[in-house]
């Protein structure tokens, strides 16, 4: 299926996500006047289990589209899968978002079919792929994947999680190798054990990768590469002054 048709123009993030409204908006951060906000949204997948997964969304567009974000409406939006660094406990992490551009038309919605996730993504691996098989011998790769922000001078830093022969695949490539994928933003909750012994659960996200297409190198793009060397370090030096800087 062609998602490319619900955008007018070329980008390297694309991302279109239907599901209800799970718990109450919570107002994140200010810019510039503007209020954003964060929901979570569960979409279900065909096995029935659902994907929670957090969403921002500004003031403007709320008013301006007329969102009603009360707890159990469905909402279809369209917009793209981000990333954050948050300085906790003197330690980097990585907070991921889909960050909504505009709602999906009723055409789209009807192209796009119900409970949509998908993504689109046009971008680097910038970490040396994982390869892994589970103890069922289900073969496993994990990446992360650097993507260019369109208009700004930074890039989305996005684990993704490859299967079977796309996984034997991505474990050659190597740091810098430009790929697409599509696939869809998975969620899912693990146990952390601190040293007190308490035991806290807590939710990871990532891409699930359905389909995977490498790019031939281009020595022209290499101006336009992320560090590849610490992702982390380059997502906090270019802290944009607008809508993607969130608040704790």
């Known amino acids: 299926m062609n998602y490319n048709k619900t955008y007018s123009v070329e980008t390297?993030?694309?991302?279109?996500?239907?599901?209800?409204?799970?718990?109450?908006?919570?107002?994140?951060?200010?810019?510039?006047?503007?209020?954003?906000?964060?929901?979570?949204?569960?979409?279900?997948?065909?096995?029935?289990?659902?994907?929670?997964?957090?969403?921002?969304?500004?003031?403007?567009?709320?008013?301006?589209?007329?969102?009603?974000?009360?707890?159990?409406?469905?909402?279809?939006?369209?917009?793209?899968?981000?990333?954050?660094?948050?300085?906790?406990?003197?330690?980097?992490?990585?907070?991921?978002?889909?960050?909504?551009?505009?709602?999906?038309?009723?055409?789209?919605?009807?192209?796009?079919?119900?409970?949509?996730?998908?993504?689109?993504?046009?971008?680097?691996?910038?970490?040396?792929?994982?390869?892994?098989?589970?103890?069922?011998?289900?073969?496993?790769?994990?990446?992360?994947?650097?993507?260019?922000?369109q208009n700004f001078k930074k890039s989305d830093y996005l684990p993704c999680i490859l299967w079977g022969r796309n996984a034997r695949y991505m474990e050659k490539q190597e740091i810098g190798t430009k790929i697409t994928i599509t696939g869809r933003i998975q969620s899912r909750e693990y146990t952390k054990t601190h040293e007190d012994g308490t035991i806290e659960t807590k939710t990871a996200y990532e891409i699930s990768c359905n389909t995977v297409e490498l790019f031939e190198q281009q020595e022209n793009e290499e101006s336009n590469k992320p560090n590849a060397e610490n992702p982390l370090q380059m997502l906090s030096q270019n802290v944009e002054e607008n809508e993607t800087t969130k608040l704790a």
């Open 12 to 149: 390297n993030n694309k991302g279109f996500l239907s599901g209800k409204v799970v718990g109450e908006p919570k107002c994140t951060h200010q810019i510039e006047g503007e209020n954003f906000y964060e929901i979570t949204l569960s979409v279900e997948r065909r096995s029935e289990v659902a994907d929670n997964i957090p969403v921002t969304i500004s003031e403007r567009l709320i008013e301006a589209r007329n969102i009603d974000l009360t707890e159990g409406n469905t909402l279809s939006l369209k917009g793209e899968f981000r990333s954050f660094n948050k300085l906790e406990n003197n330690h980097s992490k990585l907070v991921l978002y889909f960050f909504v551009k505009d709602i999906l038309s009723e055409e789209e919605k009807m192209f796009l079919g119900e409970n949509v996730n998908q993504v689109i993504l046009t971008g680097f691996i910038c970490k040396p792929p994982v390869y892994r098989q589970t103890p069922f011998k289900r073969e496993i790769c994990d990446i992360l994947l650097a993507v260019n922000r």
